[in-house]
């Protein structure tokens, strides 16, 4: 066991089939980069994947894309559809009364998944990033709730597997320390500016909350604003307020949710 990574040719080809379900189509130095991985790493991953069905190549262009064997390994999965079915009348009436886009998200492994979202009622969003689109846990308000809210012990060993896929970033670094987790909690929410993992890198800024279960954190909600619009000081002050209740009306209503289940 390296790091708290118990096998890291796995942590490693999960990287790699996680930033090609999210870029689409890339290529073998795209790949190799964009995990820093050695260039015969990343083919003999590739190569693999190839081998299991999970991805094919465009021969015309070089560049690897997942296929549709990808959605066999999610077949298994469904206790978040509740979620979903719950939250959607909530961030529909918060993006009403904010205009911005809203997004449930869950944390897997060392990212965020998007679960459901209403970018597509505002006009206030550059993109729209359907269920599935993942962000890395340090790229994104919603990761930093997810890691914030975390045992220290669980939040150590994650972020050594994200030393060892990205590096010892400044992100990563504050984490480290416990002041960074236990300022968010104590606030109720985070602001990150200007995300990198989007489709048009450091655009757009966002604040998000964890949405509670039993008193843990089940999901996060996130509010999403173009960075050029407002001041960090104005996007606390305008929707910190609205997304906690938000939010805290979402985890008002599992309990009651799952008991009727």
């Given at each position: 066991m390296e790091?708290?990574v118990p096998?890291?040719?796995?942590?490693?080809?999960?990287?790699?089939?996680?930033l090609?379900?999210r870029?689409?189509?890339v290529t073998l130095?795209?790949i190799?980069?964009?995990?820093?991985?050695?260039y015969?790493?990343a083919y003999?991953?590739?190569?693999?994947?190839?081998?299991e069905?999970?991805?094919?190549c465009e021969?015309?262009?070089?560049?690897?894309?997942?296929?549709?064997?990808v959605r066999?390994?999610?077949?298994g999965?469904?206790d978040?559809?509740?979620?979903?079915?719950?939250?959607r009348p909530?961030?529909t009436?918060l993006?009403?009364r904010?205009?911005?886009p809203?997004t449930?998200s869950?944390?897997i492994?060392s990212a965020v998944m998007?679960?459901?979202?209403?970018y597509?009622?505002s006009a206030?969003?550059?993109n729209?990033?359907p269920p599935?689109y993942?962000l890395?846990?340090?790229?994104?308000?919603?990761g930093?709730v997810?890691?914030?809210?975390m045992?220290d012990d669980?939040?150590?060993?994650?972020?050594d597997?994200l030393?060892?896929q990205?590096g010892?970033?400044?992100a990563?670094?504050a984490?480290r320390?416990p002041q960074?987790?236990a300022d968010?909690?104590?606030?109720?929410?985070?602001l990150?500016e200007?995300?990198?993992?989007?489709?048009?890198?450091?655009?757009?800024s966002s604040l998000?909350a964890?949405i509670?279960?039993?008193?843990?954190?089940?999901?996060?909600?996130t509010?999403?604003?173009?960075?050029?619009e407002?001041?960090r000081e104005?996007a606390?002050e305008?929707?910190?307020?609205?997304?906690?209740a938000c939010?805290a009306?979402?985890?008002?209503a599992?309990?009651?949710?799952?008991r009727e289940?």
């Open positions: 790091k708290g096998i890291r040719t796995v942590s490693r080809s999960i990287a790699v089939l996680r090609i379900n870029q689409n189509a130095m795209e190799a980069r964009a995990t820093h991985l050695p015969p790493t003999r991953i590739v190569q693999t994947l190839l081998h069905g999970l991805l094919e021969t015309t262009r070089k560049r690897y894309r997942v296929t549709g064997k066999q390994l999610s077949e999965y469904c978040q559809d509740d979620l979903v079915t719950l939250a909530f961030i009436a993006t009403l904010t205009q911005w809203v449930v869950i944390g492994g998007i679960r459901d979202s209403t597509e009622m206030l969003s550059f729209r990033y599935g993942t890395g846990l340090l790229d994104c308000a919603a930093h997810h890691l914030a809210c045992a669980e939040r150590g060993q994650l972020l597997v030393a060892e990205e010892e970033t400044e990563l670094r984490f320390m960074r987790s968010i909690r104590a606030m109720g929410f985070t990150h200007r995300s990198t993992c989007t489709a048009n890198p450091g655009k757009t998000a964890p509670l279960l039993d008193g843990a954190e089940h999901a996060q909600l509010l999403s604003y173009f960075s050029a407002l001041q104005q606390i305008r929707y910190a307020e609205p997304l906690m939010a009306e979402i985890s008002a599992l309990p009651t949710l799952r289940g």
